[in-house]
């Protein structure tokens, strides 16, 4: 009788603990949406990094508070979640990346799988990784990604692409000049 209760407690706290990471991971996700660095700031282990399989780059605590938080916000940038694949640590989601710069240039949503590493009810790491449709992504990107960014060289020359990101307002003043001179052929 004791070891049938002993299960069962271990059971429960296994299925308490794995919501507990669920929820953070969700909590992480909505402020990230919110671009509320302040609440993100106390959710993040000093050890933090975000890592794009897909790419060779990542980003460690300071440039994630700091670059990319300020990125998304300009770009209004919003992961929707589609799919819990796994609601025990580490977390994983299956996310649609929306944001006004794939609205503009007309690129299908790229969806991603985000890995949430979490520790003591803190995320620890984040991973994302490409699906099936990254490809198509990737040419899309490429092409209208591209033409964008051959306007703005012409037209603005002195302008980097680091400035259009960064500087609150002015990528979507460009796409929405680049678009209006567009339509107007």
Known sequence: MKSIFFALFTFIQF?????????CAE??????NDYDSTSLDSLLTPDFE????????????????GQYIMYNRNLKGKFKILET???????QFVVEDQSVYFDKLQIQYPTWKITLYVKN???QKMVLDST?????????SKL?????????????????DEMRSQTPGLLEKRLNEYLKQKNKR
């Open 121 to 123: 009810q803190q995320i």
């Open 27 to 32: 909590k992480f996700i909505s402020l990230l």
């Open 50 to 65: 975000l890592k794009r399989n897909f790419v060779n780059y990542h980003h460690d605590r300071e440039r994630f508070m």
């Open 15 to 23: 299925v308490s603990h794995a919501q507990s990471d669920l929820k």
């Open 144 to 160: 209208k990604g591209g033409q964008f960014h051959d306007w703005t060289q012409e037209k603005y020359p002195d302008e980097t």
């Open 132 to 140: 099936i449709y990254y490809r198509q992504y990737v040419e899309d």
């Open 85 to 91: 694949i796994s609601s025990k640590n580490p977390v």
